[in-house]
């Protein structure tokens, strides 16, 4: 979902921890609809576990 033009992600995870991440480069896979190609790109956004949850919010980019 789209959220002040940064991605904002929710997932299922199988740990119980607590966690919150800056990230600057963190590689994630991205699935593009167009082409059906998965490749992994980095994520730069703030990233928070919870116990079975994840959640992401910022923006995936490519390099130049």
Known sequence: ML???KHLNIDFR????FDLEFADSKP???????TDETT???FE???V???????SY???YDYE
């Open 3 to 5: 959220l002040f033009n």
């Open 14 to 17: 199988n740990g119980v921890g």
């Open 28 to 34: 994630v896979w991205v699935y593009n609809v167009n």
């Open 40 to 42: 992994a790109m980095p």
């Open 45 to 47: 956004g703030v990233v």
């Open 49 to 55: 576990l919870l116990p079975f949850v994840l959640i």
């Open 58 to 60: 910022g923006m995936v």
